[in-house]
C-alpha cells in the first residue's frame, strides 16, 4: 500500500533543478508531500487533489494524474534550506491514514 | 513548532521492558496518528484515532497498543521491548482526519532498547 518513490537519493548544485516521483499501485484521492530536515519532524509542503491540479509552495511545485496514480515534485533553482528527505504519502481510502514512500534524500551544495 | 507535544524525548531501556509514549494534539485536532522511523528508513503508519475512536490500523505489532483520552491525548504503549523496536517515533495530528487534511507532526520520542 505503500507509495513508491524515485530516486532514492539526489545530489544538487545551488540553483539546479530537481524531479521527485512518486507512483502508487492504487487509486488516490489524494497525494501529499513532506519534507524532513536531519533530526526534525516532518513538516508538510503541499496536498494535490484528484484533477491533475498544480500546486506551488515558492519555488516547489508539484503534479497529480489520477489516472496514472503518479505525482512529480518539482524543485525549481534549489536553495540549500532544500536539503532533506522528501516524502509523499497517501491514503487508501476515507481516512487519511498516511502510508509513506521510503523517501527521496536531496542534498543542495554550494 | 506545530503544536504537537510529545513526552519524554529519548528514552532508554532494556529488552523484555514496557514503555508508554504520550502525545498531546494541537488545540482543537480530533484526529491523531502514531508512526515509527527506523535509522534512515521511512516513516511506518502504526495507527490512526479519532476522538476516542481506532480509526485505522497499519502495521502495528501485537505487542504494541495505543488508545486516546477523552481529553484527546494518546498514548502508544510499547511491551516486551526487542532491540528491533529501537526508532523515532512521531505522532500526529489533525483536525477531524479526513483525507485531505495535512498531518502536523511532534518532535518524536527517540527510544533505544538495549
Not at chain 1, 79 to 106: E, K
Not at chain 2, 9 to 28: D, E, F, W, Y
Request: hydrophobic share 30%.
Amino acid at each position: 500500500q505503500q507509495p513508491v518513490q524515485s530516486p532514492q537519493a539526489v545530489i544538487l548544485r545551488e540553483g539546479e533543478d530537481a524531479v521527485i516521483n512518486c507512483s502508487s499501485s492504487k487509486a488516490l484521492y489524494s497525494v501529499h508531500w513532506y519534507r524532513q530536515k536531519h533530526g526534525e519532524a516532518p513538516v508538510f509542503l503541499m496536498i494535490l487533489l484528484k484533477g491533475g491540479e498544480q500546486k506551488g509552495h515558492d519555488k516547489i511545485s508539484a503534479s497529480f494524474n489520477e489516472k496514472k496514480q503518479q505525482s512529480s515534485l518539482y524543485l525549481t533553482a534549489s536553495q540549500l534550506s532544500y536539503s532533506g528527505t522528501y516524502f509523499c504519502g497517501t491514503a487508501p481510502g476515507s481516512n487519511n491514514d498516511m502510508r509513506f514512500g521510503a523517501g527521496t534524500r536531496l542534498t543542495v551544495k554550494p | 513548532d506545530s503544536g504537537v507535544t510529545q513526552t519524554p524525548k529519548h528514552l532508554i531501556t532494556a529488552t523484555g521492558q514496557r514503555v508508554t509514549l504520550r502525545c498531546s494534539p494541537r488545540s482543537g485536532d480530533l484526529s491523531v496518528y502514531w508512526y515509527q522511523q527506523s535509522l534512515d528508513q521511512g516513516l511506518q503508519f502504526l495507527i490512526q484515532y479519532y476522538n476516542g475512536e481506532e480509526r485505522a490500523k497499519g502495521n502495528i505489532l501485537e505487542r504494541f497498543s495505543a488508545q486516546q483520552f477523552p481529553d484527546l491525548h494518546s498514548e502508544l504503549n510499547l511491551s516486551s521491548l526487542e532491540l528491533g523496536d529501537s526508532a523515532l517515533y512521531f505522532c500526529a495530528s489533525s483536525a477531524s482526519g479526513g483525507p485531505f487534511e495535512k498531518l502536523f507532526f511532534g518532535s518524536g520520542t527517540q527510544l533505544s532498547v538495549l
